[in-house]
T-cell receptor, first 112, second 113 residues
Framework: DTAVSQTPKYLVTQMGNDKSIKCEQNLGHDTMYWYKQDSKKFLKIMFSYNNKELIINETVPNRFSPKSPDKAHLNLHINSLELGDSAVYFC???????????FGQGTRLTVV | GENVEQHPSTLSVQEGDSAVIKCTYSDSASNYFPWYKQELGKRPQLIIDIRSNVGEKKDQRIAVTLNKTAKHFSLHITETQPEDSAVYFCAASKGGGADGLTFGKGTHLIIQP
């Protein structure tokens, strides 16, 4: 009964490939996010969706495209992967007001 | 946009002593301040949070204080234990929801036996 689950946990791929990371939450939350944690452990928001609608799109290359088929799912598709995309990507969800985000277990993406 | 500064980047304390981590934020409209603990290889986990209409909040050995005028907030851990060793992140947001969280750069807390 994991609250926020994302797959895969590890992803190793070559430069130039296209890959997707899936995320699902069973908390009934309205808002879902993607965060990127770099090698220095810095956590930065990439996207925010509220009820399937894109709310935040930080300065992220347009090779990254989120898709929310319904309120419980937010997937991340990455085109033409680059070495600098290597990081841990966390999916998270929250209610809209005054509640901290609950994070998935993370996907460690390594681009070789 | 919001900017959150966190200090220190590394903190080493003796087991049983107290630890204090401090954060400042730039956007006076921010009104929700959570703290996360991240153990090695694990996800960030919410440990305590505070809203801007409250000055202090406690939960057993951890407490958070907020000074809205000075735009800073702090995490206090008393009677530290080995399992408190982790990276701690402060964060700020407006409303805690769709705006997302702006994180500090993290504090690596080391509890010395």
């Amino acid at each position: 009964d994991t609250a926020v689950s994302q797959t895969p946990k590890y992803l190793v791929t070559q430069m130039g490939n296209d890959k997707s990371i899936k995320c699902e939450q069973n908390l009934g939350h309205d808002t879902m996010y993607w965060y990127k944690q770099d090698s220095k452990k810095f956590l930065k928001i990439m996207f925010s969706y509220n009820n399937k609608e894109l709310i935040i799109n930080e300065t992220v290359p347009n090779r990254f495209s989120p898709k929310s088929p319904d309120k419980a799912h937010l997937n991340l598709h990455i085109n033409s992967l680059e070495l600098g995309d290597s990081a841990v990507y966390f999916c998270a969800s929250s209610q809209t007001l005054f509640q901290g985000a609950f994070f998935g277990q993370g996907t460690r993406l390594t681009v070789v | 946009g919001e900017n959150v500064e966190q200090h220190p980047s590394t903190l080493s304390v003796q087991e049983g002593d107290s630890a204090v981590i401090k954060c400042t934020y730039s956007d006076s409209a921010s009104n929700y301040f959570p703290w996360y603990k991240q153990e090695l290889g694990k996800r960030p986990q919410l440990i305590i949070d505070i809203r801007s209409n409250v000055g202090e909040k406690k939960d057993q050995r951890i407490a958070v204080t907020l000074n809205k005028t000075a735009k800073h907030f702090s995490l206090h851990i008393t009677e530290t234990q080995p399992e408190d060793s982790a990276v701690y992140f402060c964060a700020a947001s407006k409303g805690g929801g769709a705006d997302g969280l702006t994180f500090g750069k993290g504090t690596h807390l080391i509890i010395q036996p």
